[in-house]
C-alpha cells in the first residue's frame, strides 16, 4: 500500500505537497535500505517511483529524491565536492535504463531532466569519453563499408547482349551473366572479396537490430524519432535487399538491378543517422525525419489523387495519336511518370509545334498547373515551413536527446571490457555497494549577496507595512470605508517609496 501511495503521489499536480507527503510515508518505512524499501519496490510497468518521476517529466520530484541521495563530501568556502547516487540512472547494469526511459517517452517535459545534475554530468562524461570516439569510428567504418558495396555494384558481371531487339524502344546492350561466368578472372575474385565483406556486414546489422526489436517492441522501436527509428527501417530493409541479391545472384536470377539499386539508396541514405553525432547536424535528421513521416505522407495522398487522375486525363488524349511526335504519354506508366515530373516541375510541358496538338490537351495542362504548380507545391512549402519552425525552438532538447539515445544504444552493444562503468562505488567512501557521480560545485558569493539585499527589501516592507496596519487599526473607527482605501493608497505608495529609500541606502553602505 505505501509503495502504491508513492507511485501515485508522483503523479500529483501539486509538487509541494506530494514531496512533503513522500518522506511523512518514508518516515514509516521499516526497511530503509535494501529491496525490501518502498522506493525500490517497481509498480506493474516495471518503474520505480524514481524512474516514474523521470518518465512523468516531474523535475521537482526528481530533484526532491536526488537531494535526498547525494552525500557532501565536503566543502571549503564557495567550493563544495558531493557524490550523487546513479544507481538508477547509470544504464550499464540496468535492464530497463533510466536514460532510455526518459528519451522514449511521448512527454515534452521529461526531456527537461537531461539537464539537471547529476544526469547532464553522467551523460556529459559518457558520451565525451567512450560514446562520441566510438560513435565517429562506427560512421568511418560504415562509409568504407558503403563504398566496398558501392563498388561491387559498379563492377557487377556483365556481358553484351546476343539477342535481336523486338522493338524500336529496345535500348538494352549488356544482359547480366550466369553464376558460373561471373568468378573467372582475377577482378572478379577481388569483387568476390567485397561482396563477401557486404554479405557479412547485413547479417551483422541484422543480428543486432533483431534483439532491439524484441526487447523494446515494434511499435515502439520504429516509431519514435529519438531512437532513430525510421532509420532503423531503412537499415533492415538494406540488410534485406542485400541477402535477396545474393540468393538472385547463386540462382542466376535476371533482375538483381531491383534489390540492388534499393540497396544502395537506402545505405547512403541510413548515412545521415551518423550526423546526429553532430550538434550542428543533429537536430537536421530530426526535421527530416518529421518532415517526410509527417507533412510528406500527408501530402502524397494528396499528390497522387491528382496525379491519377491528370495523368489518366493525358493518356486517353493521346491515346489516338502517334506516338512517335509525342511520346510522353504513349503508354498509361509513362503517362504517370511524365504527369509526375510535371508535377514537381521537374520537365515543361511537352509539346511539338510541327504537328497539330489535341486542344483538350492545352486546357488539362492549364488546369494541372494552377493545381499542382501554384497550389500545392506551396501548400508543402508552408506545411514544412512550420515543421521546421517547431524543430528549430526544441533543437537543443533534441540534440540531448540524441545524444542520450545514441550514447545507451553503443553501451548495450559494445562489449563490457571497451566501456567500463562510470562513477565510483560506494566502498571507497564507506556507503555500500551502490554507485555514486562526484561533481565539484562552486557557490557564487554575488549570488547569495544578493540574496541579503533582496530579504533586506523584503524586511523593511514588512516593517513599513506593519506599521501602516498598525496605524489604520486606531483610525478605523472614524473614518469611512472611502476614506479608508484612500488612505491605504496613499500608505502604500509612502510605504514604497521608503523601503526603496531604505533598501538603496543599503547598497550604497555595502558599495
Given at each position: 500500500?505505501?509503495?502504491?501511495?508513492l507511485h501515485i503521489?508522483?503523479l500529483q499536480?501539486?509538487k509541494t505537497f506530494?514531496c512533503?507527503m513522500?518522506?511523512l510515508i518514508l518516515s514509516?518505512?521499516?526497511?530503509?535500505?535494501?529491496?525490501?524499501s518502498?522506493?525500490?519496490?517497481?509498480?506493474n510497468?516495471g518503474l520505480?517511483?524514481f524512474k516514474?518521476a523521470?518518465?512523468?517529466?516531474?523535475?521537482?520530484?526528481?530533484?526532491?529524491l536526488m537531494?535526498k541521495r547525494?552525500?557532501?563530501?565536503?566543502s571549503?568556502?564557495?567550493l563544495?565536492t558531493v557524490?550523487?547516487?546513479?544507481?538508477?540512472?547509470?544504464?550499464?547494469a540496468?535492464?530497463q535504463s533510466f536514460?532510455?526511459?526518459?528519451?522514449s517517452?511521448?512527454?515534452?517535459?521529461?526531456?527537461?531532466?537531461?539537464?539537471?545534475?547529476p544526469v547532464?554530468?553522467?551523460v556529459s562524461?559518457?558520451?565525451?569519453?567512450?560514446?562520441?570516439?566510438?560513435?565517429?569510428?562506427?560512421?568511418?567504418?560504415?562509409?568504407?563499408?558503403m563504398?566496398?558495396?558501392?563498388?561491387?555494384c559498379?563492377?557487377?558481371?556483365?556481358?553484351?547482349?546476343?539477342?535481336?531487339?523486338?522493338?524500336s524502344?529496345?535500348?538494352t546492350?549488356?544482359?547480366?551473366?550466369?553464376?558460373q561466368e561471373?568468378y573467372v578472372?582475377?577482378e572478379?575474385?577481388?569483387?568476390l572479396?567485397?561482396?563477401?565483406?557486404?554479405v557479412?556486414?547485413?547479417?551483422?546489422i541484422?543480428?543486432?537490430?533483431?534483439?532491439d526489436?524484441?526487447?523494446v517492441?515494434a511499435?515502439?522501436?520504429?516509431g519514435?524519432?529519438i531512437l532513430?527509428g525510421?532509420?532503423h527501417?531503412?537499415v533492415?530493409t538494406?540488410a534485406?535487399?542485400?541477402?535477396?541479391t545474393?540468393?538472385?545472384?547463386?540462382t542466376?536470377?535476371?533482375?538483381e538491378v531491383?534489390?540492388?539499386s534499393?540497396?544502395?539508396?537506402?545505405?547512403w541514405?541510413?548515412?545521415?543517422?551518423?550526423?546526429?553525432g553532430?550538434?550542428?547536424?543533429g537536430?537536421?535528421?530530426?526535421?527530416i525525419?518529421?518532415?517526410?513521416?509527417?507533412?510528406?505522407?500527408?501530402?502524397?495522398?494528396?499528390?497522387?489523387?491528382v496525379?491519377l487522375?491528370?495523368?489518366?486525363?493525358?493518356?486517353?488524349?493521346?491515346?489516338t495519336e502517334?506516338?512517335?511526335n509525342l511520346?510522353?504519354f504513349?503508354?498509361?506508366?509513362m503517362?504517370?511518370?511524365?504527369?509526375?515530373?510535371l508535377f514537381?516541375?521537374?520537365i515543361d510541358?511537352p509539346?511539338n509545334?510541327?504537328?497539330?496538338?489535341?486542344?483538350m490537351?492545352?486546357?488539362?495542362?492549364f488546369a494541372?498547373?494552377?493545381?499542382?504548380?501554384?497550389?500545392?507545391l506551396n501548400?508543402?512549402i508552408?506545411m514544412?515551413g512550420?515543421?521546421?519552425w517547431r524543430?528549430?525552438?526544441e533543437?537543443?532538447?533534441?540534440?540531448?536527446a540524441?545524444?542520450?539515445?545514441t550514447?545507451v544504444?553503443?553501451?548495450?552493444k559494445?562489449?563490457?571490457?571497451?566501456?567500463p562503468r562510470?562513477g565510483i562505488c560506494?566502498?571507497?567512501?564507506g556507503?555500500g555497494d551502490r554507485?555514486y557521480?562526484?561533481?565539484?560545485?562552486?557557490?557564487d558569493p554575488?549570488?547569495?549577496k544578493m540574496?541579503r539585499?533582496?530579504e533586506?527589501f523584503?524586511?523593511?516592507?514588512?516593517?513599513?507595512y506593519?506599521?501602516?496596519?498598525?496605524?489604520?487599526?486606531t483610525?478605523?473607527?472614524?473614518?469611512?470605508?472611502?476614506?479608508?482605501?484612500a488612505?491605504?493608497?496613499?500608505l502604500?505608495?509612502?510605504?514604497s517609496?521608503?523601503?526603496s529609500?531604505r533598501?538603496?541606502?543599503?547598497?550604497?553602505r555595502?558599495?
Open positions: 500500500i505505501g509503495n502504491t501511495v503521489l508522483v499536480p501539486n506530494a512533503h513522500y518522506s514509516y518505512d521499516r526497511s530503509k535500505e535494501g529491496p525490501g518502498l522506493e525500490l519496490i517497481p509498480n510497468e520505480s517511483p516514474l523521470g518518465v512523468e517529466g516531474n523535475t521537482v520530484m526528481f530533484q526532491y537531494q547525494k552525500q557532501n563530501l565536503w571549503f568556502g564557495p563544495s557524490l550523487y547516487d546513479i544507481t538508477e540512472i547509470d544504464s550499464w540496468e535492464d536514460l532510455e526511459l526518459i528519451v517517452t511521448k512527454k515534452r517535459e521529461a526531456r527537461q531532466i537531461l539537464d539537471l545534475t547532464k554530468e553522467l562524461l559518457k558520451w565525451n569519453m567512450y560514446g562520441r570516439p566510438y560513435f565517429c569510428f562506427l560512421a568511418l567504418f560504415y562509409i568504407l563499408y563504398v566496398c558495396f558501392t563498388m561491387c559498379v563492377y557487377r558481371p556483365l556481358k553484351p547482349r546476343t539477342g535481336n531487339r523486338t522493338s524502344r529496345d535500348n546492350v549488356y544482359v547480366q551473366k550466369m553464376l561471373s578472372a582475377y572478379d575474385e577481388l569483387r572479396v567485397g561482396e563477401l565483406i557486404t557479412i556486414g547485413a547479417v551483422v541484422l543480428v543486432l537490430e533483431i534483439p526489436i524484441l526487447r517492441g511499435a515502439k522501436y520504429f519514435q524519432t532513430g525510421p532509420f527501417i531503412i533492415i538494406y534485406c535487399m542485400i541477402l535477396v545474393m540468393v538472385m545472384r547463386l542466376s536470377t535476371t533482375g531491383v534489390p540492388m534499393f540497396a544502395l539508396v537506402l545505405g541514405c541510413n548515412v545521415m543517422y551518423f550526423a546526429r553532430f550538434q550542428m547536424l537536430p537536421f535528421t530530426i526535421m525525419q518529421k518532415m517526410i513521416f509527417g507533412d510528406l505522407m500527408r501530402f502524397c495522398w494528396l499528390m497522387a489523387v496525379i487522375g491528370f495523368a489518366s486525363a493525358f493518356y486517353i488524349i493521346f491515346q502517334n506516338p512517335e511520346g510522353q504513349y503508354n498509361y506508366p503517362s504517370l511518370f511524365t504527369t509526375f515530373e514537381l516541375t521537374i510541358g509539346a509545334y510541327d504537328v497539330d496538338l489535341p486542344f490537351y492545352s486546357v488539362v495542362y494541372f498547373a494552377i493545381i499542382a504548380t501554384l497550389l500545392m501548400l508543402l508552408a514544412m512550420d515543421t521546421h524543430v528549430a525552438h533543437q537543443d532538447e533534441l540534440w540531448r540524441q545524444v542520450v539515445a550514447t544504444m553503443l553501451e548495450r559494445l562489449p563490457r571490457c571497451l566501456w562510470s560506494g566502498r571507497e567512501f556507503l554507485w557521480l562526484r561533481i565539484e560545485d562552486r557557490i554575488n549570488k547569495h540574496m539585499y533582496t533586506a523584503k524586511a523593511q516592507d514588512r516593517e513599513s506593519d506599521k501602516g496596519s498598525e496605524k489604520l487599526e483610525n478605523g473607527d472614524t473614518l469611512c470605508k472611502n476614506e479608508l482605501s488612505l491605504s493608497l496613499s502604500s505608495r509612502s510605504t517609496r521608503t523601503s529609500h533598501g538603496w541606502e543599503i547598497l550604497r555595502n558599495t
